[in-house]
């Protein structure tokens, strides 16, 4: 079985700041990894996903993640916040050749300070 | 190219009663996945159709069915709604590549059920 465990429900940054929002995942078998916004209201849009190519993988809106085996981590970063940031962040994972069945994390509300 | 569209956006329902919800899934896609987030949760994967024959299922009870037509429209019923059926439910496409493939999910803007 596989899963993802997000670390802190609640990020508070200030603009310009870090962003930092972990994700550790559990899988028997190589995983494919996925990081979804969700901004209120609304559905998920894809930022960035890990098919198992390059270990660091970059994303829309100055996002990026790195996979890390060693620590089962797809941790994403931002090195700037933007106000525009704030939203719900979900990592997923699913297995190659699962058609995009995904369990996702709980989900990390990112407040961006002014 | 049009987006996933989920009807209706918001809808209340009564203990016990039944509902249909629907998803027009992206101009192409051929395989759709439903998902219900809870308040403060993230989605929880439901099941999945690929050429109209389901392709996948999570932890959810047989009262939880769907359908997906020649289209690749997609419906997702629900008997005997229950409380806890309040959620968010999403649908999700993705392009041809088969159901074994992973290629990007493209999410509809979701489907808000109260049942009271």
């Known amino acids: 079985a596989q899963s993802v465990t997000q670390l802190g429900s609640h990020v508070s940054v200030s603009e310009g700041a870090l962003v930092l929002l972990r994700c550790n995942y559990s899988?028997?078998?190589?995983?494919?990894l996925f990081w979804y916004v969700q901004y209120p209201n609304q559905g998920l849009q894809l930022l960035l996903k890990y098919t198992s190519a390059a270990t660091l993988v970059k994303g829309i809106n100055g996002f990026e993640a790195e996979f890390k085996k060693s620590e089962t981590s797809f941790h994403l970063t931002k090195p700037s916040a933007h106000m525009s940031d704030a939203a719900e962040y979900f990592c997923a994972v699913t297995l190659e050749n699962t058609g995009n069945q995904f369990y996702f994390g709980t989900g990390t509300s990112l407040t961006v300070i002014p | 190219e049009t987006g996933v569209t989920q009807s209706p956006t918001h809808l209340i329902k009564t203990r016990g009663q039944q509902v249909t919800l629907r998803c027009s899934s992206q101009?192409?896609?051929?395989?759709v996945s439903w998902y219900q987030q809870a308040l403060g949760q993230g989605p929880q994967f439901i099941f999945q159709y690929y050429r109209e024959e389901e392709n996948g299922r999570g932890n959810f009870p047989p009262r939880f069915s769907g359908l997906q037509f020649p289209n690749y429209s997609s419906e997702l019923n629900v008997n005997a709604l229950e409380l806890d059926d309040s959620a968010l439910y999403l649908c999700a496409s993705s392009k041809p590549g088969g159901p074994y493939m992973n290629t990007e999910a493209f999410f509809g803007q979701g489907t808000r059920l109260t049942v009271v």
């Open positions: 899988s028997s078998v190589p995983p494919y």
């Open positions: 101009s192409g896609h051929n395989t």
